[in-house]
């Protein structure tokens, strides 16, 4: 996608580098009429009759805070033909009621009883599969597999299934641009997770899964709509953003490898590394969310029903909250990001996407030595509102 707001400037590919956009935008235009999101192959249906971009940081963190008056339903009408009824598309007491219940199995002690018995064995065993090679494509290897692996340990579905809800999880995504095989991908996953559901009714098992099925609200058992929408809902959430963001940083240390030494000698720093690397190089460039009722923002007025993109890419990279944002830097003093939104519709995975990430770092650091990036046009981060790298060529020794 290109773009421009002067004709006489050269028009900037939005995909392979915005920030530079993004800046000028913070500067000159913070709230713009407009999208940075490529609409041309959205179907006319989907596409709303007022919208609005929202670039720095104090506007798009206030917009998250204040959900009565940016609200989230529209996803009803657009992600929702897919996934169906979530917690995405819902407010008031029916969301507080639903997210309470499915962030029970996000809790910090699910957590920590998960990382040493899922995830660190499924991390380790992926580099176990290619220290001894000499090289590898860490995204094929690694980074889209380990949050795959995952999610269906933690959701109890059988190893065999992988590729299968691997591919319909990003046809699910694919709404946008094509509306076919996203509506296909829901149907196949109704028919995948009626079944495992009814399984769950005949004999209760230790997974989320099971805790959906045995959960209850005032009283009431989730309808099987309401599990199978949060399920369809859990896979692109758990695959797509976690594999984007490991896959970023990795991109990140492995181009800045003074930082990438540092993190190796003191993993102390791994926390602070993904913080930086998910400002950094934020996976979902922007969200949506429609105004309730008239608004001004920065004294721009803003009409009832319009969408307002929260462009959290760009948020991120604001000049007045972070010194030197465009700067990559594992040392920098910590500060809040809005890369897992935030309000009441903050990511509910996004402390399972950090042990996930920490896991599959130590896991690497533990197993080879002497990383390098093989050069490689594909080997950069690009994409939009998605955004990372199609290939991560490496070579290393065996430690």
Known sequence: MTISTDPHDQPITLDSDPYAWFAHMRKTEPVWRGTVMDTSMTPPELLPAEEWTLFDFNSVFAAFRDDELFGSEQYNNTIGLVFGPTILGMHGKQHHDHRSLISKAFRQSALERWEPAVIDP???QLVDDIKNEGGADLITAVTLEFPTRVTAALLGLPEEDLDVFR??????ISIYIDIEAGLTASVELQTYFQQQVD??????????IGDLVGAEIDGEKLTDEAIISFLRLLLPAGLETTFRSSSNLLYLLLTHPGQLEALQRDRELIPAAIEE??????PLVSVPRTTTRPVEVNGVPIGKGAQVNLCMGSANRDETRWPDADTFDIHRARRAHVSFAGGIHSCLGMHLARVETRAMLNSLFDRVTDLELVPDEEAKIVGMPFRSP????VTFRAS
């Open 122 to 124: 499924i991390c380790d």
């Open 167 to 172: 591919r319909l999880s990003f046809d699910l």
């Open 199 to 208: 399984q769950r009714r005949t004999k209760m098992t230790n997974d989320i």
């Open 277 to 282: 690397g998910i400002r950094y190089e934020t």
């Open 390 to 393: 199609k290939t991560l060529p």
